[in-house]
Structure formats: structure tokens, C-alpha cells
């Protein structure tokens, strides 16, 4: 067993840093890592489950190309990296690079790859994108692009109230130390927790405020809590004068709010709804965090500008543990990134379209629509909505790649499937940067060499450009030997070439990946591309950078090299939120009128969107202790609810002659499937849930086949998503719940 090295956990955005043994290439012993300057030690039970993915028994070792029967075969990698460029090049050639859509961008903690799939795609002339961030976070980033052009993070820890909309940190985490801080907030009598969610969940269970919505009503509850704070006249007057414009016009709307009847329509009592408002509007601090619960309901983008409303008008900005712009090291969005796919017109925000539009940019007979696609460490066809037709399209392809660490869903409707190192076979790091004012950045050595037969994501997309034959050999040799000489030498070197030859700036990681590259540590090629974003983090944040000990770009990048453990690259002072705004008058612009023709909305009696046919909400994709997304495909690291139970009310169990241990039939528009039922008081009459992470194929040891529990895309639709941003609503399909056995008989 090895010594006790540092590394992080893969299974949510927190990343938090943890300490590996590894003996006979298991992760034998996991716990904590105290030297992370972020996590401190902090961990939560999935961690401990790490091994699950690293020896993963489906893991691929050969690249694989589809035969004509539909089987697959094993190939080397001269011919699959040759085939598959060929392949691509001739799609440009004949249809346009345009017409290659990319997936992916890597998966929880796997982002360097992603780093280096730019110069292959721009290469070609592909330039359209899409990720799990489509199904998110989309709507909410063209909130804040309008508002103040970056996005916000709650400093929870020094909060005095702390909001969580449709979101539950207990399981989720999302913020460092969730579990530590959220006992903090529930044992300070000075201090308050507000949840908004249909559900009682762990969180709800410790807050001061549940208001517990009806589901999708979440808009008429925020638009009620931001007019308490107008009328009652809470808002922060001296802040809204100085620091925003654009007051005016939403004052106006918010004035003109019933709020008894937005408190009826959404479920909450009024006294509570206003007591809520007042705590938050007198507070000295609030921070306030939205997640998937409203991000893949109805109203969702209209929810994100609503919840704003609450430490916007407050002035709970700028401040200790209020809300905070911060720096990044990669921007996961990207900057001015709009404009409309080419077959539907549907949005591009943050130059990421939909992922639920792409089945229909795939099947039609459009001169427009892709014709081939990559996918990396990314599985659509069992994430996105309405899995048949997302399969449908990908069969349709005339070329589709996957890279993976194992066959996946989307990798057995693949023409080639390239095996990739995990996470913990080869350096990495993720894009998750997201606090203030102490930012941080982690990059992860390997803790073990790539299993025979797999290469790491960057040597991948560095042979498929070398089959290109994109970049004259020439042209890198200077930069080779500058870059032997050291970082200053390469600096100048760099700046020199790229300045000669513009066309290496479309190629820019490929670049720093075949000179810089080779002159890192042993096993760290990968981490060549940081060094541009850590000369950018410098110049962008030149003051918080050199306050987090840094002279340069360079000698931040060196500190991200020698740092096992992670390193602070920015500390900012409160004061320095106004200048990350980026509106020329660093004011926060809240007038949106789009989003005020929604508000105004509102008030007309709300679209019923259950029907005697599909009574019940489903909440497709709860997160739950034993779910971690896609990642770890054995189940076996369950220890309980190993089948995905569908949870519904004791109401709705007496009703629909459901029980507890028994099985139940789910039928949406889309589809049916049969889970377990688990009868829990968490839930509302006419809501019911099922968890993400499951219906996946596994083969097991001895070679038998196992799907437990419900893919819960094989229920949804990709029609009901939200009309700014196309985002899903995973979190309101109506449905039709019968027990098993009934429903068999009666079909």
C-alpha cells in the first residue's frame, strides 16, 4: 500500500480535495485532505465509494469500431486516431465544419480534456457546443449576463440568512463544507435558514423558513417574497441608488403584486411567506443559492431573476456573507457566446445550445442539420430528454465518437468509441471555481499509470490533430527550446509566434501541449494548457492574484504544479465585487423587460399543466446519498436503495392502491417504467420522485447483463423545456402512477 497521496473526489462540483492509499491499483483507503485549502478535510459518504469508479468492471481498453452488423471490434490506435480524422475532414470537406456538434467538455472533475478538444474542433470549423450545463444552468447565466455580466456565489458560511431554492446542499453539497455549514446555520440562534421546495428534504428539516411550494408554483412564491420587500419597504434604498438602475420599472411591477393571492396559488401560508420576506429583509446579510429544482421546472429563467430579487434589493452584496461575483480561472460559459442552432432557432447562451434540441437539429432533412458529432465523457443518450430520440438521432449520424473510460449508453451508438484514463490514471483538474473571496484551484497528479490500452483526453486530442496535419512541425520547434530554457524564455517565445503566425491561436492547447508539455514533471503533459489561463488569471485579476502570493502568471502556474493539495490563486476584497461587474458603470442593471412581461404574467390564472390523463408531478432525477449522476455505472456501491424506489405521499399510496416495498407502474407522454415504491412523508399529495443515476446497463463479473432501478430520460420530453433558455423540465412531467400488477392486467 502506497503512502497516503492527494487527490479529490469526482462526484459533485465541490471537488473536494481528499488523501488516497492505493494498493494493487485500488483506492484502498480514502478520507479527507486537511491540506485542501478549500474542502479543509470535509467530505461526505460518496467519496468513500471512489473505487467503484476507478474499477469500474465495464471498463474499455481498445479503442472499438462499429462493423457493419452492428457489432464492434477492436482496433490499435494509429488506426482508429487515422480513421476517425479522415472521417471528420471529409464531413467538413463535403457539408462544413459547422455541421460537427461537440458533447461534452468532460464530466465532474474531468475538465482538461475539454481544454484541448478546442483545437481539433476549430481545426475543422466546428464551432457548436453543448453540455449538462444546457440542462441547468443556461437560463440562469443569461440572468446574469444581463444583470451584471458574471456569475454569483453565496458566501453561506458568514451568512446571517441563507436561501435555498429547490435546492438541498445536505445531499447535494454544491458549496464547501455543506454538511458543516448548514449545522452551523441550524445551531446559531442569530442566524436563519429559508428553503423553498415542494419537498421536505434533509435541508428543510433544519430550516427556520420551509416554505413548501406547490410543485412548479416556485415563480408566484419568489415574486411574493420580492413584493413583501418592495411594500413593506425593506429594500436597501441607499445601496439601490448607488449601486443599480433600473429599480424603477420593477418596483412598479412588484407594487402591484397580490401577495394572499401569489401566497394561495403557490401553497405557503401568507403570515409565513411575509415572515420570510421580513427575516431576509432585515437581516445583515443574505446569501441565496438556486439549483435544479426550479432550473428544470416551469418559469425556470423567470424563478432565476426572481430569487436575484431577494439580495438585490436588499443590498446584500459586497459584503461579508452576502452574494459575490468572483474570479475564474475558466470561464465554463463563454463570454458573448449567443446566437440561435441552425435548424430550430432555439437559443445558444453562453455559446452552449440545448441539449434537448438536438435530436430535432439531427433528424430532418435541413441542408443545416449536424451530420456527425463527438462525444467526451459525457452519456446524452441517457441524460438528455426522451432517451429514444436522442437514439434515434445518433443513429442517424453519419459519423459519431465517443470517448469514455466505458461503454456507455451513448457509446454503443457510436462508429468509434476511444477508451480514456480515469480521472485518477492520469493529471486533471476541474473548472468549478466558484468561491470568494479565497478562490482555488486544484490540480490533481495521477495516482496511477493509465490502464494498458487507454490514453488520457489531451494525448487523444493531440494525435487527432497531428493526423490534421494542421501545424507545420517548424513552427513548434523554437517553442520547444524555449520552453527547455524556462518559463521566462517561453513566455517571450510564445508571444513572438503566436504574433507571427495567427493561425497557431486556434490551435493554442495543442501548442502548449506538444512545446511546454514535454518539459513539465513526469505524468503533468496534461496541465500545459493552464499555463495560458494562469497568465490570463493574472492579467485579468492582477491585484487578487499577487494578494493570494503569486508575482505573475508564471509563478502562479508553477504553484499550481507543485501544489498536491490545491492553491489559492485569488483573494479579494469585498470592495472588488463592483469592479468584477462588467457594465461599463459597474452597476447592476435590473430592469429586464422580458423578464418583467413575465412577472406581469403572473397574474393571470397559471397553465395547468397536469391533465385527468397524467394527474401526478414527477420529479425525474432527485438526488439522493447512493446517486452520482452517470459516474459510477456499478451498483454494487449501493448500499440502500439499490433499486431507485419511486417516493409518494401516504395520500397518494391510499389513492392509487400503492405499497410500501410493493411496484408501481410510471406512464408519461414519452414512456412507462416500474419501480419500487417507497412511501415517505417528504412528499406532497400529487407529487412523487424518482432518483438520477440509475437505469444503466452494467455487465457483471460473470457476464450476466443488470439495468437497476429507472432511467428517468426514458419518461421525459424534450418539448417541455423553458422558452428562454431551453432548459428541461425534468422536475414537472405529469404522469399516471398505477401498481404493477393492475396496470399489466389493464394494458
Known amino acids: ?11 459533485c462540483e465541490c471537488n473536494c480535495g481528499i ?20 474542502s479543509q478535510g470535509y467530505t461526505c459518504n460518496k467519496a468513500l465509494r471512489l473505487d467503484h469508479y476507478q474499477n469500474n468492471r465495464s471498463r474499455l481498453t481498445s479503442p472499438m469500431r462499429r462493423t457493419p452488423d452492428g457489432t464492434y471490434e477492436e482496433v490499435d490506435w494509429d488506426t482508429a486516431i487515422s480513421e476517425i ?43 457548436h457546443r453543448s453540455n449538462a450545463l444546457a440542462q441547468e444552468k443556461t437560463g440562469e447565466h443569461w440572468v446574469d449576463a444581463h444583470l451584471y455580466g458574471n456569475h454569483t456565489r453565496g458566501e453561506f458560511e458568514h451568512a446571517e440568512v441563507s436561501v435555498f431554492i429547490g435546492k438541498n446542499p445536505w445531499m447535494s453539497q454544491s458549496f464547501p463544507r455543506a454538511r458543516v455549514v448548514l449545522h452551523e446555520i441550524a445551531n446559531d440562534p442569530d442566524r436563519s435558514m429559508v428553503v423553498i421546495d415542494p419537498v421536505v428534504t434533509d435541508t428543510a428539516k433544519m430550516a427556520d423558513f420551509h416554505l413548501r411550494v406547490r410543485p412548479g408554483a416556485d415563480a408566484w412564491c419568489l415574486a411574493a417574497l420580492a413584493a413583501v420587500l418592495v ?33 394561495r396559488r403557490c401553497g405557503v401560508e401568507e403570515d409565513l411567506l411575509r415572515a420570510a420576506a421580513r427575516r431576509i429583509g432585515t437581516a445583515g446579510s443574505v446569501a441565496v443559492f438556486e439549483d435544479l429544482g426550479v432550473q428544470q421546472s416551469p418559469n425556470s429563467t423567470l424563478c432565476s431573476y426572481l430569487n436575484k430579487m431577494l439580495w438585490i434589493l436588499t443590498g446584500n452584496f459586497a459584503k461579508r456573507g452576502g452574494q459575490h461575483l468572483h474570479s475564474s480561472f475558466a470561464p465554463l460559459f463563454r463570454p458573448g457566446g449567443v446566437g440561435r442552432t441552425p435548424v430550430t432557432g432555439a437559443p445558444i447562451i453562453g455559446g452552449l445550445m440545448p441539449s434537448n434540441v438536438v435530436p430535432e437539429e439531427i433528424l430532418t432533412d435541413h441542408p443545416d442539420r449536424f451530420r456527425a458529432m463527438i462525444v467526451e465523457s459525457s452519456n446524452p443518450a441517457h441524460s438528455v430528454a426522451d432517451s429514444h430520440a436522442v437514439s434515434e438521432a445518433f443513429t442517424a449520424l453519419e459519423l459519431l465518437v465517443v470517448i469514455d473510460v466505458a461503454m456507455t449508453e451513448t457509446a454503443r451508438l457510436a462508429h468509434y468509441v476511444l477508451p480514456a484514463a480515469t480521472q485518477f490514471e492520469k493529471v486533471e483538474a476541474t473548472f468549478f471555481n466558484l468561491e470568494f473571496p479565497h478562490n482555488t484551484f486544484h490540480l490533481r497528479h495521477p495516482l496511477l499509470e493509465p490502464l494498458p490500452g487507454t490514453l488520457p483526453e489531451p494525448e487523444i486530442w493531440a494525435r487527432l490533430v497531428r493526423a490534421l496535419e494542421v501545424v507545420d512541425e517548424a513552427e513548434l520547434v523554437p517553442l520547444r527550446d524555449a520552453a527547455v530554457r524556462g518559463r521566462a524564455d517561453f513566455t517571450e517565445a510564445f508571444l513572438v509566434a503566436v504574433g507571427a503566425n495567427p493561425g497557431l491561436g486556434k490551435v493554442l492547447p495543442f501548442v502548449l501541449y506538444e512545446t511546454l508539455g514535454p518539459t513539465l514533471p513526469v505524468g503533468l503533459s496534461g496541465a500545459a494548457a493552464l499555463w495560458g489561463l494562469a497568465q490570463k488569471a493574472a492579467m485579468t485579476y492582477p491585484e487578487a492574484v499577487r494578494r493570494a502570493g503569486h508575482a505573475d502568471g508564471n509563478a502562479l502556474f508553477d504553484a499550481i504544479l507543485q501544489s498536491r493539495s490545491g492553491v489559492t490563486f485569488t483573494v479579494h476584497e469585498y470592495g472588488d465585487d463592483f469592479a468584477l461587474i462588467s457594465h461599463p458603470d459597474h452597476k447592476i442593471a435590473l430592469e429586464i423587460p422580458e423578464m418583467l412581461a413575465d412577472m406581469k404574467g403572473l397574474a393571470a390564472p397559471p397553465r395547468e399543466l397536469t391533465s385527468p390523463e397524467f394527474p401526478i408531478v414527477l420529479s425525474a432525477g432527485e438526488r439522493r446519498a447512493y446517486t452520482a449522476n452517470d459516474i459510477i455505472r456499478d451498483p454494487s456501491w449501493r448500499k440502500r436503495d439499490a433499486d ?3 417516493r ?25 417504467a416500474e419501480a419500487t415504491v417507497e412511501i415517505s412523508e417528504s412528499m406532497l399529495p400529487g407529487h412523487v420522485s424518482l432518483p438520477n443515476g ?12 443488470q439495468v437497476p432501478g429507472v432511467a428517468p430520460n426514458s419518461l421525459t420530453s424534450s418539448g417541455w423545456r423553458d422558452a428562454y433558455a431551453g432548459t428541461p423540465w425534468h422536475k414537472h412531467v405529469p404522469a399516471r402512477i398505477q401498481p404493477a400488477v393492475a396496470s399489466a392486467a389493464a394494458d
Open 1 to 11: 500500500m502506497t503512502d497516503w497521496q492527494p487527490t479529490a473526489c469526482i462526484l
Open 231 to 263: 411594500q413593506e419597504e425593506l429594500c436597501d434604498e441607499e445601496f439601490l441608488a448607488e449601486h443599480v438602475t433600473g429599480v424603477a420599472a420593477v418596483r412598479e411591477v412588484l407594487d402591484e403584486v397580490p401577495v394572499g393571492e401569489y401566497a
Open 648 to 672: 409518494v405521499s401516504a395520500q397518494d399510496a391510499d389513492a392509487l392502491g400503492l405499497t410500501d416495498g410493493g411496484r408501481a407502474r410510471i406512464t408519461t407522454a414519452a414512456g412507462a
Open 644 to 646: 431507485g424506489a419511486l
Open 85 to 127: 480524422a479522415a472521417g471528420f475532414q471529409a464531413v467538413a470537406d463535403t457539408h462544413g465544419g459547422d455541421k460537427i456538434l461537440y458533447y461534452g467538455g468532460g464530466g465532474q472533475g474531468n475538465h482538461l480534456g475539454g481544454a484541448y478538444s478546442g483545437a481539433f474542433l476549430k481545426a475543422l470549423g466546428s464551432h
Open 694 to 705: 440509475y437505469g444503466l446497463d452494467f455487465v457483471d463479473g460473470d457476464g450476466s447483463g
Open 19 to 38: 488523501v488516497v492509499q492505493v494498493a494493487d491499483r485500488t483506492l484502498a483507503r480514502i478520507r479527507g485532505d486537511k491540506d485542501h485549502p478549500a
